[in-house]
């Protein structure tokens, strides 16, 4: 199942994209780079990034969710 707006990060770098509707991506990236792959909800993901193939991924959602403690909001 793709997933629109996951991000693509180049490690070490401001160097990212987000992926289209159709959870394609497009970035130039250092030679040996590593590349982060992250979606709300998913574990991230880091990979070696080669120029011999394309990088195809599967994120899996994340086991746990984190439990948010007391929350008070004011408003004036």
Same mark, same amino acid.
């Given at each position: 199942? @793709? &997933? @629109?707006?996951?991000? +693509?990060?180049?490690?070490? !770098? +401001?160097?990212? +994209?987000? !992926?289209?509707?159709?959870?394609? $991506? !497009?970035?130039? +990236? &250092? ?7 992250? $979606? ?18 599967? &994120? ?13 909001? $004011?408003?004036?």
């Amino acid at each position: 199942m @793709p &997933l @629109p707006g996951a991000t +693509v990060i180049e490690v070490g !770098t +401001v160097n990212g +994209v987000s !992926t289209d509707f159709d959870g394609n $991506y !497009t970035i130039e +990236v &250092l030679e040996r780079a590593t590349l982060e792959f992250s $979606y709300l909800g998913h574990e991230v993901q880091d990979i070696l990034a080669t120029s011999e193939n394309p990088i195809n991924i599967s &994120l899996m959602p994340a086991n746990e969710l984190e439990e948010v403690g007391d929350c008070l909001i $004011y408003s004036n």
